[in-house]
């Protein structure tokens, strides 16, 4: 597979551009975009091929499970089996923001996005680029970082194009992400954890939960 390199402002992103990578979505085929925590790979969660695409994409190990960009929490309700307290208290706080939340997940999610684990991680992005893309297909979208598995994440669409040519459909090269990577908590148990440390402090999180 040839991979396309398309240039985006991520401030003010071309419309066709973005149509250009709603189609390829649409086709089950894997995208790069740029984000507001570095770039992240994109397909549709509903489409068995497309989320065997991003874990070939990635040499991903198909028992971890794959993000999911979201526009809004009414979006997070349609994919979650439910949602409890602390979900909407870190939403109103860190979203949009480089937070993910694990979640139970809805019966409608394909168990391989969820790892066969039943959990999702839903993020609500600090992004016009997302932002405009899920609107155009409206639907949420798989996220998962631009690399590969036990690779660096790419900061740049030149060095996604430059780790990923060949493996998926299309880059859209918004310059450089400068942000840090998204922090990520599960909140599916009694007790709060933070599974991967970012942006977010766990301090910061803590403040927030607190009784």
Excluded at 14 to 31: D, I, S, T
Excluded at 64 to 72: E, G, N, Y
Excluded at 108 to 123: D, H, S
Aim: glycine fraction near 8%; charge should be neutral.
């Amino acid at each position: 597979m040839a991979t396309d390199l398309v240039e985006i402002n991520p401030e003010d992103p071309q419309p066709e551009a973005l149509e250009r990578a709603a189609a390829a979505v649409r086709r089950g085929k894997v995208v790069a975009i740029p984000t507001d925590a570095l770039y992240t790979l994109v397909a549709d969660p509903f489409n068995l091929r497309a989320v065997s695409g991003v874990f070939q994409a990635k040499g991903r190990e198909p028992n971890r499970a794959l993000p999911i960009l979201i526009r809004d929490s009414m979006m997070a309700e349609e994919l979650a089996g439910e949602l409890n307290n602390r979900f909407f208290l870190l939403a109103r706080k860190f979203w949009p923001g480089p937070l993910t939340v694990i979640v139970p997940a809805a019966a409608k999610i394909p168990l391989k996005v969820t790892g066969n684990t039943g959990r999702l991680a839903l993020r609500h992005a600090r992004s016009i680029v997302v932002d405009k893309l899920i609107a155009l297909l409206n639907q949420p979208l798989i996220s998962t970082s631009a690399n590969i598995s036990g690779h660096p994440t790419c900061h740049s669409g030149i060095d996604v194009f430059g780790t990923m040519d060949g493996r998926i459909d299309l880059v859209l090269d918004g310059g450089r992400c400068v942000g840090e990577g998204a922090t990520t908590i599960d909140i599916t148990e009694p007790y709060w954890r933070v599974i991967k440390g970012g942006a977010i402090s766990e301090k910061e999180i803590g403040e927030c939960l607190q009784p």
